[in-house]
């Protein structure tokens, strides 16, 4: 599978997630890289994808779709979300992490529901 595959891949399965209101941990988006899970808090490689993804998600208008990778302990993403949605300008100088994550995870899911696909196929 090339690495737009795999991007392509993720990417669907968070929609479908958002779409349900759902939280997805770091471990599956791991496991549809073919992430070793020993590897996990130095994958450089899951980074990029996530970073990757909500970065286009930025530059089409859309919420960032990796808010709702989190870690499964505290369900919250990691610091390289933060640091990807203030580099994108889209979490504000001084906006504390807390509330841009409640506001950015409401906004996905949100919009998500309104455009994800439907069930049995399709697009809304």
């Known amino acids: 599978m090339t690495t737009e595959e795999r991007l392509a891949k ?7 997630a958002a779409t349900r209101r759902s939280l997805v ?10 992430i070793e899970s ?10 990029a994808v996530l970073d990757e993804i909500s970065t286009f998600e930025y530059e089409h208008d859309r919420p960032l779709l990796s808010v709702i990778v989190v870690h499964q ?3 919250h993403p990691g610091g390289g979300f933060f640091k990807m ?6 979490q504000k100088p001084g906006q504390d992490d807390e509330t841009f994550f409640i506001t950015e995870l ?15 196929g399709g697009r809304r």
């Open 106 to 120: 409401k906004r996905t899911w949100d919009y998500w529901q309104k455009h994800g696909p439907r069930p049995g």
């Open 25 to 34: 941990h770091y471990r599956q988006v791991a496991e549809m890289l073919g």
């Open 10 to 16: 993720v990417r669907e399965s968070l929609i479908e």
């Open 38 to 47: 020993d590897r996990l808090d130095h994958s450089h490689e899951l980074a």
């Open 73 to 75: 302990g505290d369900k």
């Open 85 to 90: 949605a203030k580099r994108n300008g889209v």
